[in-house]
């Protein structure tokens, strides 16, 4: 025991119960941890298996090297969105380039390198003492009984994985003259999880039988992700297995059909327009009630239907877009991929040509939640390369993509343009003459957004951004009505942003406030379209105050294109005389109704009344 006091053990020890303490920073936040005690029992438990199998700091410590890189982020993600690393938060690393991770870090970029570099120095520091000391070798007997109890925790687990495990015995009836009460439900077995059986993987091809009901041991592999530092490779793995799912995903829905077609279709020339916006809100929209004149353009169109009250499921971009774009759930948005095609499938089997032209990044050589979407198009144009050093392009550069695609000689054609909005950073999404409101953030290199100190630059370049979207949106309506044809254009913004307001000290997104989730949206049709489908523009008219959510877009898309299909949902599609309301589920500590919450603090977080359904 005296050797264990030596400075050189102390410092390991103290090093890897800093480790295990990870999951329990965002008590120093003022914030809950969920399942606290499962966690420490798995961290227990997976220092025990490791130092059993390895034996001695020295030929496990190198294996911690992924957990003290990703340390800084784990700590940053729980300091300002209260979370830790995800799988969701991998895939956006992945998908993110270069100059946009330094232009969303801006100058925090140097303190974290910093504190990378720090944290690789600690790891090296204690690498060369692990390799010194032998005090904490396991070799003794008692190794070896660790070793066979994990050897049997992991057989009995990698068993029911495969095979099974039965559920426990349903209680005996009561004895004669001991009555249920009346109104009272029987016996659930949701309202006993160890009650129910939990089904095999059945991989092998092998009938084996399921374990007993005692065998279910108690581990969760949500507490296991959840702990550190071992919890890294789970969530490492569910990743790979993420990329696995995206890249067979095409595959697997190749033979996927709609079976559209369009009603009283003919030759006459048809454009329909999806235009996807980035980070807007709905209240800094002067069509919505904004203070600033922020839509002096867009405010002047004729036959613009304008959607007050429309909430996005979830506030990022690569889970938002796919709800927007095909029949995903948004319950299931958290999911990456889904195994139907989106609505560019639909329109093309209807005889639209498709064309996703994009000004965010590339997907380039992995598939995303969203690309494999977009590649579903026959013309597939991305803008924004994206590198190390480029500046992002402004939305305009779409203009000419649009321009050739309005003029293709093919009748009927579905145009999505995906934009970058109101992006972070604020100030690069427009140019110079569009920097109304001072001071601001145009020229400030590499602000930081989670600097409080530049709430007033950072909202003023965030209401210029909503102008320079505004002016682009009405350009885009003033093409498709020079072209004189019969068209229509649809908007919604993927998600909003939380902008300091008020007392609030957060920013961004990705905080479950109502400013993330009540995102713009608007209708614009020709009068070539009115005079073709009158009971459309009456519906649309009807319906424009309605609660409606992005699963909604989907559906009326294809109903403003008049393309229709077996199975089809009118009663989601609000120029439809169908038209229903139906739950909106928002991703706020669980799934959330967000017409039965109430709105907390300055921040306007979303809770649930009742209870939110658990993810």
Partial sequence: MRSLLRPINL?????????????????LFGRTVARPWQVIGVEVLAWIAVWAVLK????????????????????????????????????IIAETSPMEAMEFLGSTVWLMVAVLVGVVAWWGATFRLALRTRDLDWDDSSRWLGVAAMSLAAFVLAYGYEFGIAGRPAPASPPPGIHQAKGSAPPSADADPDSASVPGAARTGLEWPQLPHWARLPFEFEAFAQSWPFGVMARGVDFYNERVYLAELDQRSRAFRFGAQQRAADNAPEIVVMVLGESARADRWSLNGYARDTNPLLSQQANLVNLP??????????????????????????????VEKSFLTAFREAGFKTFWLSNQISFGKFDTPVSVFAREADVVQFLNLGGFTNNSNHDAILFDPLKIAMADPSPKKLIVLHTLGSHWNYSHRYPREFDRWQ???????????????????????YDSSILYTDWFLSTVIDRLRESKQLTSMLYVADHGQTLYDKSCTLAFHGHNTKYEFHVPAFVWYSDQFAGRYPDKVKQ??????????????????????????????????FVNPQFKLHKRYVDSYGWTNYDNAVIRGDCAEVIDKGKPIKQ
């Fill in 439 to 461: 001071p601001s953030l145009f020229g400030v290199d590499k602000p930081a957004y989670t600097n409080l100190a530049i709430k007033p630059q950072l909202n003023n370049s």
């Fill in 56 to 91: 001695r700091p020295a030929w496990f410590h190198a294996l911690l090297l992924p957990a003290f890189l990703a340390l800084p982020t784990e700590v940053y993600l729980f300091r300002f969105y209260g979370q830790g690393i995800s799988t969701h938060h991998l895939g």
């Fill in 540 to 573: 649309l008219r009807t319906h424009r105050k309605a609660r409606l959510s992005t699963e909604n877009m989907f559906h009326t898309l294809l109903d403003m294109g008049n393309v229709h299909y077996p199975g089809e949902r009118l009663e989601w599609s």
């Fill in 11 to 27: 410092y390991l020890l103290l090093t890897y119960l800093a480790l295990s303490a990870i999951p329990f920073v965002p008590l």
């Fill in 309 to 338: 009250d429309v909430i996005t499921s979830v506030s990022a971009t690569r889970l938002s877009v796919p709800v927007i774009i095909s029949r995903k759930p948004a319950t299931q948005s958290l999911k990456d991929g889904f």
